[in-house]
């Protein structure tokens, strides 16, 4: 069936976006850790802006994998409501065009258009 592959696409991506913050949360620790044994002085520290923009960066790609896992469990509820698939602005069927380029699209393409322009 189809909501079985929809279903099954988006638990793999799911899974892999998971998999992706839990690399990224190990490497923050060790990030962390190694910026504990190395020269507290910053300032005078020609490591110290690097492991600041990597602790940064880290930081940044997990917020992104955290919202991926939150995008990821509101279309599988979606699913499970029988929502899936229409826009949550007009009703409208997103299509699957979209929903095969982003499955968990909540807007319709002209929906989707609106906002950006907003």
Partial sequence: M???????RLALERSAAAERLADLERSFA???????????????????????????????LAEAARRALAEFDAALARL????????????????????DARPTAILCIRCARQAARR
């Fill in 30 to 60: 060790d990030v962390v850790e190694a910026a504990t044994d190395s020269n507290g002085d910053d300032e005078h520290d020609p490591e110290g802006a690097t492991i600041a923009v990597e602790r940064q960066q880290l930081s940044a």
């Fill in 80 to 99: 499970d409501a029988g929502t899936y698939g229409s826009c949550t602005r007009c009703g409208s069927a997103i299509g699957d065009p979209r929903l």
């Fill in 2 to 8: 189809l909501e079985t592959h929809v279903r099954t």
